[in-house]
């Protein structure tokens, strides 16, 4: 069974920084690609940033280009998210997700095949 598990949301300032972590368990994460993305409330889930399975070639949405870094540790089975110069309409629910057939960094929601259960980022102003 593949499970998701992510860590690092918080509570953070207008201008801050955090880094959000994904560790996949049950599945070697070079076999995947990966993505982030978010729900905020009354909202839609939306597309934050993909990068495909050996690291290379990423993808951003255009409302966090050039403020987040997507990265990933295969050895370490583990994909981040750093958020830097955060804004409040940053405040969502981040999702992390796993694409198992792509060989590319997907933005569509339906080529991910597994989802982790959430992190809360929270931005204030």
């Known amino acids: 069974q593949v499970q998701l598990v992510e860590s690092g949301g918080g509570l953070v300032q207008a201008g801050g920084s955090l880094r959000l972590s994904c560790e996949v368990v049950?599945?070697?994460?070079?076999?995947?690609?990966m993505g982030w993305f978010r729900q905020a409330p009354g909202k839609e889930r939306e597309f934050v940033s993909a990068?495909?399975?050996?690291?290379?070639?990423?993808n951003y949405a255009a409302s966090v280009k050039g403020r987040f870094t997507i990265s990933r540790d295969n050895a370490k089975n583990t994909v981040y998210l750093q958020m830097n110069s955060l804004k409040p309409e940053d405040t969502a629910v981040y999702y992390c997700?796993?694409?198992?057939?792509?060989?590319?960094?997907?933005?569509?929601?339906?080529?991910?095949?597994?989802w982790g259960q959430g992190t809360q980022v929270t931005v204030s102003s």
């Open positions: 997700a796993a694409d198992r057939f792509s060989l590319t960094a997907a933005a569509r929601s339906s080529a991910y095949n597994y």
């Open positions: 049950g599945r070697p994460l070079s076999s995947c690609a």
């Open positions: 990068i495909n399975r050996s690291g290379g070639p990423t």
